[in-house]
């Protein structure tokens, strides 16, 4: 058997009600705490107050940072560092989608380590470890509370620029994933969220990095969301669809803390950055194509990802039953609604050459990635995928 690693150092609560969790698994860890949201959602859904009286259940002196933005940048994480230095705070509550998590964390990351924060962008760049975070997710997708990522946009960059730090230590002390937390969500952010994920497993399984643990979770990662993302999108109460995807999401997390993300999440960057598209929707217009590109180099391995779907592929050969699979990829986006193409953003040849110049700098993701990539290969999967033609 195939010779792997395997890292996850978080302790995970999971389940309905695990949120009264926090103000006791806080008090453990200190008596300040700073709870680091969005601007809205998390109030005005009644989760945030919720936490708030949890942790003054337990005596917990708490400040709130109410100031995260979707794709957060830099300096919003610079400001509640300030925050956070200034009022001594012992404990990071980190409470929303991705957004506010990762914020959260580069806010625990300058709390200890010395600034400026874009020195940390890379890997394995962090000195010393981070405040304790807890993070709870309210959103299906990212995976975010059990990865050892952070996604900040360079907002003074012109056009604005995702850029990621990966470091052991920002994994979690504790993810408390309470799916209760996710009922609110709108079917648009719903399905966002839950292609985020799919994009983490697909992009985790198929990566170089895929070994047999992160495969295993991968696989039934996939296979619940493709079960229950559209039950969730339809029905948006009903716990047991939430309570699969957000485990779904989670477990898709757990992939690319440990194989990476492939060429998806690279190419997709530009397309939220410049042009608004939420992140899972990104991936979710380019992973057919990318998935398609990549076949060849593994048909067996994808022809193993048709047949956990629950496809019959009886009389046809590898190849064709891992072709098989871009088809159900391709029926499934669409049921939950991504779009087939991005024609209306009119992106111009020279912009798609702009982008896949970037992804060719992007060595790491390039690298994981299961078929060698070149220029051209880029160029070509951001033109079918922007203009929807096989
Ligand atoms: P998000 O955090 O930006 O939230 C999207 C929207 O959902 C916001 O408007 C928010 O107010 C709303 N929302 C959140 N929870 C809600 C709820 N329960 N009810 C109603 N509305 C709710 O979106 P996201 O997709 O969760 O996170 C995206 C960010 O995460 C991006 O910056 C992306 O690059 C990053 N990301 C990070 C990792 C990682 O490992 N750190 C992985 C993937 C993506």
Redesign the pocket.
Same mark, same amino acid.
């Given at each position: 058997m195939q010779e792997f690693n395997f890292f996850l150092p978080t302790k995970v609560y999971f389940g309905k009600g695990t949120l009264k969790k926090v103000g006791e698994e806080t008090a453990k860890l200190g008596g300040k705490a700073m709870v680091v949201t969005?601007?809205?959602?998390?109030r005005?859904?009644g @989760?945030l107050q919720r936490v708030e009286s949890s942790l003054k259940k337990e005596k917990i002196k708490t400040i709130l940072f109410e100031q995260v933005e979707?794709?957060?940048s830099f300096e919003t994480a610079k400001r509640g560092a300030e925050v956070s230095k200034r009022e001594k705070v012992e404990v990071i509550v980190a409470l929303?989608?991705?957004?506010?998590? +990762?914020a959260a964390?580069a806010i625990a990351v300058l709390s200890t380590n010395s600034s400026p924060l874009e020195q940390y962008i890379g890997q394995d760049k962090v000195k010393k470890p981070l405040l304790p975070l807890i993070a709870i997710?309210?959103?299906a997708?990212?995976?975010?509370e059990v990865?050892k990522? @952070?996604?900040l946009?360079d907002k003074k960059r012109i056009p604005p620029h995702?850029e990621v730090i990966g470091d052991a230590h920002l994994f979690p002390k504790i993810a408390i994933l309470d799916p209760e937390?996710?009922?609110?969500?709108?079917p648009s @952010?719903t399905a +966002?969220?839950g292609v985020?994920a799919l994009s983490?497993a697909i992009e985790g399984f198929s990566s170089n990095r895929a070994q047999p643990l992160a495969d295993l979770l991968a696989l039934k990662s996939i296979n619940l969301i493709f079960r229950y993302l559209p039950e969730a999108i339809n029905n948006p109460y009903n716990l047991e669809a939430r309570s699969s995807l957000l485990y779904a999401s989670f477990l898709a997390?757990i992939v @690319?803390?440990q194989t990476g993300a492939i060429i998806v999440h690279a190419m997709g960057?530009r397309l939220?950055s410049e042009f608004g598209i939420?992140?899972?929707r990104a991936n979710g217009i380019l992973l057919p194509w990318v998935y398609e590109f990549n076949l060849s180099a593994n048909y067996s391995k994808f022809a193993l990802l048709t047949r956990e779907l629950g496809e019959k592929t009886e009389n046809l050969s590898e190849k064709e039953e891992a072709q098989r699979g871009v088809f159900l990829l391709k029926s499934f986006l669409q049921r939950v609604n991504m779009p087939r193409n991005l024609k209306e953003k009119n992106i111009k040849k020279d912009k798609i050459e702009e982008f896949a110049k970037e992804v060719m700098q992007n060595k790491r993701k390039l690298e994981v990635n299961p078929r060698k990539v070149i220029l051209e290969d880029i160029i070509e999967i951001y033109e079918k995928a922007l203009s929807g033609k096989e």
């Open positions: 969005g601007r809205t959602s998390a005005k859904t @989760i979707p794709n957060p929303g989608g991705g957004s506010p998590l +990762d964390k997710p309210t959103t997708g990212t995976g975010s990865t990522y @952070i996604v946009t995702k937390l996710t009922l609110s969500l709108p @952010i +966002d969220t985020d983490h997390g @690319i803390a960057y939220t939420p992140h899972g």
